[in-house]
């Protein structure tokens, strides 16, 4: 099998491992990194940052509406559940549980951050490129 840079990357940045992913839980403390939609058990996507070592809010977009068990990236910290754009709940734990429906968009982040900073991490813009049987300038 071969191993490539991009596959290590994913895995640093979401474990995937049974029920319960780690976001970040590998990745070098000093490096900065964005990713969006990663793919992780569970048929979840998963969106955020890590900065400084630091896991950023996340977006999870629940593909099948599976329970969804992440551990906490915020060790010790109570998370803010925002769904479909609403205050949900507010949870506590080394794992979070939480109930899915298909489709359905949750944002995670500390509790007591301001709702603004828990904006969906988009990668950024990419200039169209040109397919084989068309004309570049």
Known sequence: MKITAAC????LLALGLLCAARVGAA???RQHACFYRLRTFGAFLISGAI???????LTMESEQGRPCNRQNPWPGQTVQVVRQGRK??????AVLRLATAPGEELR??????PIAMKNLVR???QPAR????Q???
Not at 130 to 133: D, E, L, M, Q, T
């Open 108 to 113: 995670l982040a500390p509790a007591g951050l």
């Open 123 to 125: 990668p950024p813009e």
């Open 27 to 29: 990745f070098p403390v």
């Open 135 to 137: 004309e570049t300038r």
């Open 88 to 93: 949900s709940a507010c949870i506590t734990g």
């Open 8 to 11: 290590v990357a994913r895995g």
């Open 130 to 133: 040109p397919g084989p049987n």
């Open 51 to 57: 900065n400084q070592g630091m896991v950023q809010p």
